[in-house]
């Protein structure tokens, strides 16, 4: 996609994303066959739900079917949130990740001053400069605070995690025992 083709689409798309208070952060258009696949990345900070995909998407199709933007050939429009695992990239990432494992590869000076290029930590909280983290404690050790300025971050993204329980804190899974959201048997 050409980047006035880019620029136009942001320029048409981000008010009808915007009225709906949500962030537009992504648009890519890929080649699939003879169509394209127009994909739309959308979030917010109480993230997004499928009606409002759906209703933004019938939104999106009008408006671009309407203005000729996509040309004459067909297309095909995807409308999505983003995945959990994406790369945080801006303030707001960070910002909608707390309380959130991540895993973050330093800069080779942070690297060089913390001893390792990666740590894995939980945001605590983020401000202007950066973010405290809690990593965690190994082998029975207590989680420490750290300070993070986001200089020092060269990549961030989330973990998955499985067994996290309902209080936002990791609650740890032992042989013989069981969470109340666990359906395994016993």
Known sequence: MSTT?????REMLEPLVGSRDLDLEEITVTPAGRRRVLRVVVDSDAGVQLDTCAALSREISGELDASGAMGEGEYVLEVTSPGVDRPLTRHRHYVRATGRLVKFRLTPEAAAAAGGAELTARIVEVDDDGLDVEVPGVKGRR???????????ATARVEIEFNRGRSGRVTPVTAGTRDADDTASA
């Open 5 to 9: 083709q880019s620029e136009r689409l």
């Open 143 to 153: 989680p420490t605070a750290r300070r993070l300025a986001f200089g020092d971050i």
